[in-house]
Nanobody
């Protein structure tokens, strides 16, 4: 059974930082492309960042230069370091794993950026 468990969300002031973690089990983590997505209230889920099996990264233009995705294959964990947070980053953040035609999602963690 595949499980993706996100953690690290919370309330932070504008300009602050948070680090999200996603612990994976039941998948061949090192052979999976890992990603982060987010969904704000009343909006569709949007892609935030991806990291390939080989460690290549891609970012949405809205977070480029502020967010950093990384992975630790020994811990089956993917991270999202979020710096210079803005109120518009407020959303539920979801971890994803993809390998071949299979894709999996976590349950999400809430990030709220507010003063």
């Amino acid at each position: 059974q595949v499980q993706l468990v996100e953690s690290g969300g919370g309330l932070v002031q504008p300009g602050g930082s948070l680090r999200l973690s996603c612990a994976a089990s039941g998948i061949i983590f090192s052979d999976s492309t890992m990603g982060w997505y987010r969904q704000a209230p009343g909006k569709q889920r949007e892609w935030v960042a991806l990291i390939s099996r080989g460690g290549r990264t891609n970012y949405a233009s809205s977070v480029e230069g502020r967010f950093t995705i990384s992975r630790d294959n020994a811990k089956n964990t993917v991270y999202l370091q979020m710096d210079s947070l803005k109120p518009e980053d407020t959303a539920v953040y979801y971890c994803s794993a993809a390998r071949g035609a299979q894709a999996y999602w976590g349950q999400g963690t809430q990030v709220t950026v507010s003063s």
